[in-house]
């Protein structure tokens, strides 16, 4: 049975510019990776920026609720989860030690190959979403005339 891979949208500009300029040697590492995340959570919002570091994060919601963020290195990547410390680690991948974040070390391509959509799937179940829009109801009135029919 042939799976059709989801289609997911490209990387964006300052993603790629960031990576050439900063971290060329982790790109090939970081951009596998936000492919696998857009793939899972393909409505989630994704936020590029750097500081020390060129960082990727994804949220259903406001920035400070990221799920997952992605954090190249010099020498490695970080596959890191906001609410790591609360999530299942079946495969003992998980590191951190921090009251929240905790996060996976990718250092080479064949890292890729451990079965991190694991980690990413249960960081997409626990991720904040945004309060769905209220309903429109009809009015008191409205409702009253229909009850008494």
């Known amino acids: 049975m042939n799976k059709k891979k989801k289609s997911v949208a490209p990387a964006p500009e300052q ?25 899972e ?15 990727d994060l994804f949220t259903f919601a406001r920035p400070s609720d990221a799920f997952i963020h992605i954090v190249a290195y010099e020498k490695h ?21 921090g009251k929240s974040i905790r996060h996976i070390r990718i250092v080479t391509k064949e890292d890729l190959k451990r079965p991190l959509r694991v980690y990413i ?3 997409i179940k626990q991720a904040t979403r945004p309060p769905a829009a209220p309903t429109k109801r009809a009015p008191r009135q409205a409702r009253r005339r229909q009850r008494a029919r």
């Open 15 to 39: 993603l790629l510019e960031l990576l050439a300029a900063r971290r060329p040697l982790m790109a090939p590492i970081v951009l596998a990776l936000r492919d696998m995340v857009a793939r």
């Open 41 to 55: 959570a393909p409505d989630a919002t994704e936020r590029v920026y750097s500081i020390y570091a060129v960082v």
């Open 77 to 97: 990547v970080n596959l890191g989860f906001n609410q790591g410390s609360t999530l299942p680690d079946p495969h003992g991948l998980i590191a951190g030690t």
């Open 121 to 123: 799937r249960a960081a």
